[in-house]
């Protein structure tokens, strides 16, 4: 089965610091690995993806994302923050067999 | 014009009334999706369709319904609706062997 525990519901940073999005997964196979961003009052957007290819995958917006395998783990970070990243961020996994599995969420403030 | 389009965007309805939430796309892709998102449990899958013959249970799938009419067409129905069925509900759909989805902007729903 599969699973995804995102670390924090909520997390503020100020701007121009390190935003740092915990995410660790669970899967029985390699799995394909998915951040999406959600902005107020909007669906969701893909930032970016790990599809075994690099393990360091880098997205929209200066957003990056490493696969560790030996951590089970696909954390989201971008080195500086901006006021236009406040939004919900998912992590979601699957394995090949079209269907997602979201985490929970979280909500990530930018501090002026 | 949006990729994945949803109608209506919000709706207020009352206890025991029959909703559709309908979901059109102009992506071209086979597989469509139902999830609905609650406060602090991130994205639940009700119901997915890999074509117009193939109709799948998600997680959560008690209490709605869904039509594939199209290729392009997915609606969802909640037969008699109830106030915890008040949520925000997402189109999505999909393609390619690594199961990215695109999701439409959200129906907000409230059942009083």
């Known amino acids: 089965a599969q699973s995804v525990t995102q670390l924090g519901s909520h997390v503020s940073v100020s701007e121009g610091a390190l935003v740092l999005l915990r995410c660790n997964y669970s899967?029985?196979?390699?799995?394909?690995l998915f951040w999406y961003v959600q902005y107020p009052n909007q669906g969701l957007q893909l930032l970016l993806k790990y599809t075994s290819a690099a393990t360091l995958v880098k997205g929209i917006n200066g957003f990056e994302a490493e696969f560790k395998k030996s951590e089970t783990s696909f954390h989201l970070t971008k080195p500086s923050a901006h006021m236009s990243d406040a939004a919900e961020y998912f992590c979601a996994v699957s394995t090949g067999a079209n269907n997602l599995f979201f985490g929970t969420g979280t909500r990530l403030t930018v501090i002026p | 014009d949006a990729d994945v389009t949803q109608t209506p965007r919000n709706r207020i309805t009352k206890t025991g009334k029959r909703i559709m939430l309908e979901c059109s796309q102009t992506k071209g892709h086979d597989r469509m999706y139902w999830y609905r998102q609650d406060p602090g449990l991130g994205l639940r899958l009700i119901y997915y369709?890999?074509?117009?013959?193939?109709?799948n249970k998600g997680e959560i799938s008690d209490g709605y319904s869904v039509s594939r009419q199209a290729q392009a067409k997915f609606s969802l129905s909640l037969e008699s609706a109830i106030p915890n069925q008040t949520a925000l509900y997402f189109c999505a759909t999909g393609s390619g062997s690594t199961d990215t989805q695109y999701f439409g902007p959200g129906t907000r729903l409230t059942v009083l």
């Open positions: 369709s890999f074509d117009v013959k193939d109709i």
């Open positions: 899967s029985s196979v390699p799995p394909y």
